[in-house]
């Protein structure tokens, strides 16, 4: 894949043309972008090496001269981030870190991002014998629609958490949905269980929940139940599973819902466990989705910047 310097050129530019930002700020947010999944995926493509020097110089991130192998450069940029400037892609990771690998086994769980529910879409939803969505909201995100988006993700998952700092954490948990959980990223870059969320299937919409589901998911929820899947039109055959679908007690709905993502999960996996294991800790979640395979997995340790 040839990845385009216009990524990190378009980054730096507009950050510069951002006159009330200070000069932190803007080095921040340069670094924040050397984690963007298109970046990440393109490596060990020049073009894509040459973006990363680019924001390597343009950050001050390492020495002149000092030669640094290419994990190591986001490793440092992770810890610098993680110190002023809390972006999404830190939360995200640090539940994949903290809770999944920590709590977990990837043999029965496992991680999606950014799934589309209804009109929203969620920021990583958690497989691990219940369905966890986590709603994140950094110090530099609006509260505005917090409340009508975990209403919606109750109706999908049986556990729902909304993920913040400690230092913003009252501009959104004043006013959330009965039955969400909240918890909160310290400065010492721990999670912390504030109030745990609670299980109630009465919330759940099975309609909600088949939507997520494609084709050739639902149809073989439906010839597993049923037998085989209705003889219809291929107009017809979404109406027609998902009545059927509908008559499944909600038990069946939420164990066919894991196994589904988890099976999601799995398959985005392109590097062994052992790898997974042995991944930088800056990037873990972008191995768990399947932006890190072989050839990018060799770069972090090959290339040098």
């Known amino acids: 894949m040839c990845f385009s310097n216009s990524f990190v050129i378009i980054a730096l530019v507009t950050a510069r043309r951002a006159a009330t930002r200070s000069e932190s700020r ?12 298109t970046l990440i995926r393109s490596l060990p493509d020049p073009s894509a090496v040459s973006a ?4 390597i110089s343009a950050t001050s991130l390492c020495e002149v001269g000092a030669a640094t192998e290419l994990r190591q450069i986001f490793e440092q940029a992770y810890d610098r981030l993680l110190g002023s400037y809390r972006c999404e892609y830190l939360y995200k990771n640090a539940i994949a870190a903290k809770i999944l690998m920590v709590m977990h086994s990837l043999a029965t769980a496992g991680v999606l991002t950014e799934l589309q529910v209804d009109d929203c879409k969620l920021d990583l939803l958690l497989v691990n014998g219940n369905s966890v969505a986590y709603e994140i909201k950094t110090e530099l995100d609006s509260p505005d629609r917090l409340p009508s988006q975990l209403s919606t993700y109750q109706r999908a998952f049986e556990c729902v958490y909304l993920v913040t700092h400690e230092n913003c954490a009252p501009k959104f948990t004043s006013d959330l949905p009965s039955g969400v959980g909240i918890l909160q990223l310290s400065s010492r870059y721990t999670l912390e269980t504030v109030r745990p969320a609670e299980i ?17 998911e639902y149809e073989a929820i439906i010839r597993k139940y049923f037998g085989s899947v209705p003889s219809v039109p291929n107009t017809r055959i979404y109406t027609e599973c998902r009545r059927l679908f509908l008559e499944l007690p909600i038990s069946s709905v939420c164990a066919e819902a894991m196994a589904a993502f988890h099976v999601r999960s799995r398959q985005a996996l392109a590097v062994s466990m052992e790898d997974v294991e042995d991944a930088p800790h800056s990037l873990l979640l972008h191995v768990l989705r399947g932006n890190i395979g072989h050839h990018q997995y060799q770069a972090l340790s090959s290339i040098m910047i």
């Not at 803007?26 to 999944?37: E, G, I, K, T, V």
């Not at 990363?52 to 924001?55: A, G």
Request: proline residues 9%.
């Open 200 to 216: 109630d299937h009465s919330r759940l919409d099975p309609t909600v929940i088949f939507n997520m589901f494609r084709r050739p």
């Open 26 to 37: 803007h080095h921040d947010w340069c670094l924040a972008s050397l984690f963007s999944p």
């Open 52 to 55: 990363i020097r680019e924001i």
